[in-house]
């Protein structure tokens, strides 16, 4: 795939201190396969379906140990003036940019409302080689609780254009560039333990969402929502054994009627 639009969501990668662990779920889950381990990087991993690069899964650097997390990141042309107005509008550098050998430039970023997220600047690696088929990337939300603070940063630091969605029971706004709709934002309800922070959840495509909640769940994965049929496909969300959250989608399992958005 060609290097993306400024603001598409481009690559996601996510840390583990059990990689070979991630490697036996999300292969059994997604189908992926991954390649060689690259010490160089601090043994980065690719994931592929059908020899396409999907994601990615790294041990954490020294100091980095936590509980594991996916982090997503958007395409930018010049990470350096990415992260200073990311600066600028409140957000905080966690990572400076970085030169990743030919492949590209990378930072690491957390929005003011407590979303940590990844800008990348393609060099050789332009990102997500396949999206929207089985086992590659499809979809991506934040959830936060401050949803008026998340909408002014990303839309001031991105080319954003934002629609809300006409539902009164949720907040949720989408984010488009150009003519595509490319990230969602969704208010967090007291349904969210108060620990949990804000975060960017990933959704991966799957043939069947029952059958790989099923298999996660055997796996040692927990189920926590779903599934659940949608306009967008059937869906669920899930934490791995080592606690990263994401979420499954058949996107040709669809029921009832898209809703309506209106321009902010």
Known sequence: MAVQPEGTPCWADAMFS?????????????????GESSP????????YVDGKAVAAVVPPMPGQEGQSQWCLYFSSPDVAATAQKIRDHGGEI????????????????????????GVWQAGTHEGFEATGTPGAYC????FTREPEKADTFLSA???????????HAVDFRVFDVAENTVLGRMKMTDDFPPEVPS???????????????????KLGGVL???????????FAALGDPQGANFSVIDITTTEGQM??????
């Open 139 to 142: 979809w991506a939300e934040v």
């Open 199 to 217: 975060y960017i959840n990933v959704y991966f495509t799957v043939d069947d969402c029952d059958q790989a909640v099923e298999r996660a769940v």
């Open 157 to 167: 630091v991105f080319p954003y254009r934002m629609k809300q969605m006409d539902d």
């Open 18 to 34: 059990d990689v070979e662990g991630a490697k036996r779920f999300y292969g059994d889950v997604l189908g992926w396969t991954f």
């Open 259 to 264: 809703p309506s958005v209106s321009d902010v």
């Open 94 to 117: 966690l990572m400076e940019p970085m030169k990743v050998g030919d492949f590209g430039t990378m930072c690491l970023a957390r929005e003011p409302s407590g979303a940590v997220f």
């Open 224 to 234: 926590r929502f779903g599934p659940l049929s949608s306009p967008f496909g059937r």
């Open 40 to 47: 160089q990087y601090g043994n980065y991993t690719q994931a």
